[in-house]
């Protein structure tokens, strides 16, 4: 199976998207990878099923913020939100945005060698203080047991 | 008209992944649902770093229970386009006799989760039953039920003799006798047809424009395989892409238990095909370069990438799951259903939530 | 559409008999090629350390003595494993020169502690 992959500028992005929603392309999948710089690549199949090529566009990012393709294939919000929470990279108006919550990972930019360090010593503080909170509702567990079917039911808004 | 917001999973009797649903109700019909994943990630990618490319096969197989040998041979053939190394034949054949065998018990297991979503507890036990001949079929050439450990960079580690091969083409006529009793039920009954015909119904140009993927594009009349690009040995085997035209649940299942049909033949036919040979080629060298390989799971098409950088571990390895691709399509199938119908549906796109997060 | 499609299923199932073995009661037998747990032969073992290198979890430890005087295998160097740790992949069967590793077909018990 054969690939061919085209690097272009990423303020062309969008152009180049909607030439492939033209020639109806589906979108396959995003993949990030990053060392020096984060590099996206975006992959595409023509609507044929012995077509054995398969076309990359590819872009590479320092620290730009880029715009989502969520407005032309609507399914790729679940792929840049995952990007976004991994690799810290900035990208607007995603049409179901998360904001960093998808996987609520506890060190951020996980897959991004060049991150900053400096979540280690937050989440040390979120541990002892689930502790302590565990603690105080086995203690109102024993006491009020009689109160907890009132409570069931959907909330309402 | 008022709005519920019911909170479903990812503990729930009814629901089999752990999966989260917020779903906005107007009466018992669901308007609109948001999704909510990531309870089981366990940062699989992240692995690469630690472990040389010959030991992340182990963890590559480990991603999925249930299509735990398509990961496996998904991160091999994509390292062995990086190193241009050639698989021999007979290792080719036996590759592809495993990934058929791991379909049928795929969708065994499917049909039985299947049964039990609408309440048919015996048909559960019985499709579970059959599925056990197959595991035993697996556990005889490999050694694990499971997890099989005998794909590797450049073959595979065990060979199956003339005696067994013939041993496993006859059990595979028995269990086609089985299943066929059992299909007949999952076609004919009043009580399954009530519960799937004209449910979450899913257009052709809805699935195409959601990016749907496996037996959900296929039961919405889009014939995508990859198995038709030919890849390992089914360039030298006949078959044709199945497809219905519905778009309702009864065509999914109908899908699968075609595939399952399909799967038993195309095993006696590599079966009557194997050549001989060697299984397995030596790897030298440490790989450069990177590729996209693509690969047909018993739920969709898998996407597999490498990047290697000519050190003994790798730059990335990133894995993209059918499932992963079918939750759009599964958020649209919910709109406007009624809210007992929600896990039957979320069962529809046979998730695998594991795979999804890795 | 029937609505008794499943008698002659349910037909044979009254006849046949339970599907299922009285394991634990019965032993089950493992298949030849069964993947259990693994053995060491001491008296060939030339304790390379190749085994401990190729683990990918790790659970094999070897040490070697570099005294020339230590010649008894007491002495010679150590081989362990941890079973909790090894996930039966083979792995270190295949690399090791000297064939003195078996992969045995009896899995180890259930354990209600976890013992290191």
């Excluded at chain 2, 010959?54 to 398509?70: D, N, T, W």
């Excluded at chain 2, 360039?235 to 899908?255: H, K, S, W």
Aim: with cysteine; proline share 4%; charged share 25%.
């Amino acid at each position: 199976m054969q690939q061919e992959i085209t690097v272009i500028d990423h303020k062309k992005l969008l152009e180049t998207i909607s030439f492939y929603k033209q020639k109806k392309a589906r979108l396959i999948a995003i993949t990030a990878s990053s060392k020096e710089n984060t590099e996206l690549s975006y992959s595409f199949d023509a609507n044929d099923t012995s077509n054995t090529v398969q076309k990359i566009v590819r872009i590479n990012i320092t620290n730009e913020t880029i715009d989502s393709i969520s407005e032309i294939y609507p399914y790729a919000f679940l792929y840049e939100n995952e990007i976004k929470e991994l690799f810290g990279v900035k990208i607007k108006n995603i049409s179901l945005d998360f904001d960093g919550n998808l996987y609520k990972v506890s060190k951020k930019e996980a897959f991004n060698p060049n991150a900053k360090e400096e979540t280690f010593k937050k989440t040390d503080k979120t541990v002892s203080q689930t502790d302590k909170s565990s603690k105080k509702t086995e203690q109102k567990d024993n006491k009020s047991s009689s109160e907890k079917p009132a409570k069931k039911g959907g909330q309402k808004k | 008209m008022s709005r519920t917001v019911i909170p479903f999973g990812p503990q729930h009797p009814v629901l089999p992944e752990p999966i989260h649903l917020d779903l906005v109700l107007e009466d018992e019909k669901v308007v609109e649902a948001i999704p909510r994943i990531g309870y089981v990630h366990r940062g699989l990618e992240l692995l690469v770093q630690k472990k040389d490319f010959k030991q992340y096969v182990f963890v590559a197989e480990r991603i999925c229970g249930i299509c735990s040998f398509m990961h496996g041979m998904g991160y091999c053939c994509a390292i062995e386009n990086i190193m241009d190394i050639k698989v021999p034949e007979r290792a080719d054949f036996l590759r592809t006799l495993w990934s058929e065998l791991s379909r049928m018990h795929s969708h065994m297991l499917w049909l039985g989760l299947w049964a039990d979503a609408f309440g048919f507890e015996s048909l559960f036990m019985h499709s579970w039953r059959l599925r056990e001949k197959i595991l035993d079929i697996f556990e005889q050439t490999t050694g694990g039920r499971v997890i099989f450990s005998v794909c590797e960079i450049g073959g595979v580690k065990k060979d199956i003799d003339a005696e067994t091969l013939k041993n496993i083409s006859s059990k595979i006529d028995e269990i086609k006798k089985d299943a066929l009793e059992f299909s007949k039920v999952f076609y004919k009954d009043k009580t399954v047809a009530v519960r799937t015909v004209d449910v979450g119904i899913l257009t052709k140009e809805q699935a195409f424009a959601l990016g749907a993927v496996g037996p959900m594009a296929r039961g919405s009349g889009l014939s995508q395989d990859l198995r038709s690009t030919g890849y390992a040995a089914y360039g030298q085997v006949d078959f044709e892409p199945i497809f219905e035209t519905d778009g309702d649940c009864y065509a999914r299942t109908a899908v699968r238990i075609r595939e399952f049909f399909q799967s038993a033949d195309i095993i006696k036919q590599c079966i009557g095909k194997m050549p001989e040979g060697e299984i397995r080629q030596k790897v030298t060298g440490k790989p450069n370069g990177e590729y996209f390989m693509r690969l047909e799971q018993p739920r969709g098409e898998v996407l597999y990438y490498a990047k290697a950088n000519g050190t003994d571990f790798l730059d990335r390895v990133r894995v993209r799951t059918p499932t992963f691709a079918n939750i759009p399509a599964m958020l649209e199938t919910l709109k406007n259903s009624q809210l007992a119908d929600v896990p039957l549906l979320i069962l529809t796109i046979d998730p695998c939530i594991s795979c999804t997060e890795r | 559409m029937s609505l008794l499609s499943m008698t002659k299923t349910n037909l044979k199932a009254l006849f046949h008999g339970p599907y299922t073995s009285q394991f634990p009661l019965k032993a089950r037998e493992p298949f030849a090629n069964t993947r259990g747990h693994i053995d060491c032969d001491l008296s060939t073992c030339i304790f390379c350390t190749l085994c401990d290198k190729k683990c990918p979890t790790g659970a094999i430890s070897v040490t070697r003595s570099v005294k020339a005087t230590d010649t008894t295998p007491e002495k010679k160097g150590t081989w362990s494993i941890e079973p909790l740790k090894c996930i039966q992949c083979g792995y270190c069967v295949e690399t090791c020169n000297k064939n003195s590793l078996i992969m045995k077909g009896e899995c180890s018990e259930p354990a209600t502690e976890n013992v290191r």
